[in-house]
């Protein structure tokens, strides 16, 4: 088990104050932390960025930055991986059409994942967006100029201002450091957006438990493999590579599957006969 930080931005502590001044006290206990947000460094701590993270808005431009679902896979599996339920925004639909939008997008809503589509020129989902954010601890992520600086302001005008305050005393020689600091939203709730947090892209990742249990459509196959530590790659009997096989897994998620357990290149072959004959000895006979 890495070292792990004892108390973080949005944890619930307990606070004595033996000393009457504004500001001051002791914090006497720190509770326990529903989810623990953050990464494992290369010293082995586990560096938690924001405790108690209820909710991880992964932010995308539908157009202008290029929408691309294979980075919108690794920060699902970086929720997923949290405990953090993600939600997902393709901002800028001024610039596209909806329908396209939708279709790309029709996977992961069968996934059961929430997507909120927005526009800042429009004003579209922004409403909708507030109501999801409400009374909810949030991170916000995405790469530059999807329009995450937009959105916030469009939630609550002046929020933003307040983010560029925390990022200039991030950037005071604290670089060891992801200072974060939550921000209050005046609907309720609070929204974490620092420079640090808004590219993380695989944030905690177990070593001893595979990406698999990341992937949603692949819970149910797993433990129909052959192998009990099966990876899924070339393992004989495999029941997660037979579902890609047979439709009920997109080879594409596979894909992004193999890359983010760094496998491979990520490309997914369709299986040869050979490997169907080992799966599925009496196919071969006929
Ligand atoms: N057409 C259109 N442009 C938008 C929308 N939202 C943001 N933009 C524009 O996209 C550009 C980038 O927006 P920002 O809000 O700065 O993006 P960001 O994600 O905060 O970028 P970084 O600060 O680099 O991480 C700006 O020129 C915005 O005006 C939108 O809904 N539609
Ligand atoms: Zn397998």
């Known amino acids: 088990m890495p070292y792990v930080d004892l108390v973080a931005v949005g944890d619930r502590v307990r606070v004595s104050t033996p000393v009457s001044a504004e500001n001051n006290g002791y914090i006497e206990e720190c509770l326990p932390r529903e989810t623990q947000f953050g990464r494992i460094r290369m010293d082995g701590w586990r560096q938690v960025i924001v405790a108690n993270l209820e909710m991880l808005l992964i932010i995308f431009a539908a157009r202008h930055p290029t929408l691309k679902l294979r980075m919108l896979d690794r920060f699902l599996v970086t929720a997923e991986a949290s405990d953090v339920e993600p939600v997902i925004c393709i901002n800028k639909m001024d610039l596209a059409k909806l329908e396209n939008v939708q279709r790309e997008l029709k996977l992961y809503e069968e996934l059961g994942y929430k997507v ?29 100029g999807v329009g995450k600086s937009s959105l916030l302001n469009a939630l609550q005008p002046g929020l933003q201002l307040r983010t560029g305050e925390v990022d200039t005393r991030v950037h005071k020689g604290r670089h060891t450091t992801t200072e974060v600091m ?43 493999c052959k192998f009990a530590a099966c990876t899924h790659q070339h393992e004989p009997a495999c029941a997660v590579k037979w579902a890609v096989e047979t439709g009920n897994i997109n080879p594409l ?32 006979k006929r």
């Open 116 to 144: 909120v589509y927005t526009s800042i020129v429009t004003g579209l989902g922004v409403d909708g967006l507030r109501e999801v954010m409400q009374d909810k601890i949030s991170a916000i992520v995405g790469s530059s």
């Open 182 to 224: 939550l921000l209050p939203l005046a609907f309720g709730g609070f929204v974490a957006d620092t420079p640090g947090i808004r590219t993380l892209g695989l944030l905690e990742v177990d070593d001893e438990q595979g990406m698999d249990i990341h992937f949603p459509e692949m819970r149910p196959y797993i433990p129909d």
């Open 253 to 284: 998620r596979y894909e992004s599957y193999l890359r983010i357990s760094g496998f491979k290149e990520g490309r997914y072959e369709r299986n040869t006969d050979k490997r169907r004959a080992e799966r599925n000895p009496r196919r071969r």
